[in-house]
């Protein structure tokens, strides 16, 4: 975590975990023991992640992993034991969805668009191996008989998984195109207020009227 956090930083984070929890509850597709498709709530932690560094950005996605355990309704291991709980708050929540803080991480070692594809696709696998891992560990009661529960697993959250890559990466990339054209606005518009008080104080203010 940085040593001073500033308001702006603050507040747009709150905005950002506050708008990822409500996508949250907006499901395109939701699994009978837990896992969803949703529409775009991973983009704006990984929005996060891309403009602030690894500790601010984990620390903001370990809040949401509390989040979604106390909002987003937690599903109980088939094992009634403490390891199992456990095992489903680690795996399938804290781990889960604080490595999506990551993000920034691995898109800075590739610029551009392709950087944050990189780094949404690295983190949104991390995601999927620890569900992966607890579907084998504490989820496999519910594979199909005959079946290995490692192939039951990777099916299971691979379905869900792979739908939520897909929306996040559509949700970055026009994110990503709206901020720059915001930003080459913004730019356009500062250099013809530069260019105006100038002329003014140059004298030339009446020919730069047509502006």
């Known amino acids: 975590?940085?040593?001073?956090?500033?308001?702006?930083?603050?507040?747009?984070?709150?905005?950002?975990?506050?708008?990822?929890?409500?996508?949250s509850f907006i499901s395109v597709f939701r699994m009978p023991q837990g896992g969803s498709i949703t529409l775009f709530s991973m983009a704006p932690l990984l929005y996060l992640s891309?403009?602030?560094?690894?500790?601010?950005?984990?620390?903001?996605?370990?809040?949401?992993?509390?989040?979604?355990?106390?909002?987003?309704?937690?599903?109980?291991?088939?094992?009634?034991t403490?390891?199992?709980?456990?095992?489903?708050?680690?795996?399938?929540?804290?781990?889960?969805?604080?490595?999506l803080g990551l993000a920034g991480f691995f898109a800075r070692l590739v610029k551009g668009v392709p950087g944050i594809l990189f780094g949404e696709t690295a983190v949104m696998f991390l995601r999927?191996?620890?569900?992966?891992?607890?579907?084998?560990?504490?989820?496999r009661e519910y594979a199909p008989?005959?079946?290995?529960?490692?192939?039951?697993?990777?099916?299971?959250?691979g379905s869900f998984m792979l739908g939520e890559w897909v929306l996040t990466a559509v949700a970055l990339i026009a994110l990503d195109r709206i901020?720059?054209?915001?930003?080459?606005?913004?730019?356009?518009?500062?250099?013809?207020?530069?260019?105006?008080?100038?002329?003014?104080?140059s004298g030339l203010f009446p020919m730069m009227a047509i502006w």
């Open 50 to 80: 891309f403009r602030y560094d690894v500790k601010w950005s984990l620390f903001i996605a370990f809040v949401y992993s509390l989040l979604q355990m106390v909002l987003g309704g937690f599903y109980a291991p088939p094992a009634q």
């Open 1 to 23: 975590m940085q040593k001073r956090v500033s308001v702006y930083q603050l507040t747009e984070s709150a905005i950002m975990l506050a708008l990822s929890v409500m996508l």
């Open 128 to 139: 999927f191996f620890c569900h992966f891992l607890s579907g084998v560990l504490i989820w």
């Open 82 to 99: 403490f390891l199992a709980f456990a095992g489903v708050v680690t795996l399938d929540y804290v781990l889960a969805f604080t490595v």
């Open 145 to 157: 008989e005959g079946q290995p529960v490692a192939l039951y697993s990777f099916l299971y959250n």
């Open 179 to 201: 901020l720059k054209n915001y930003h080459r606005g913004l730019l356009l518009s500062v250099a013809i207020l530069s260019a105006r008080l100038h002329a003014k104080k």
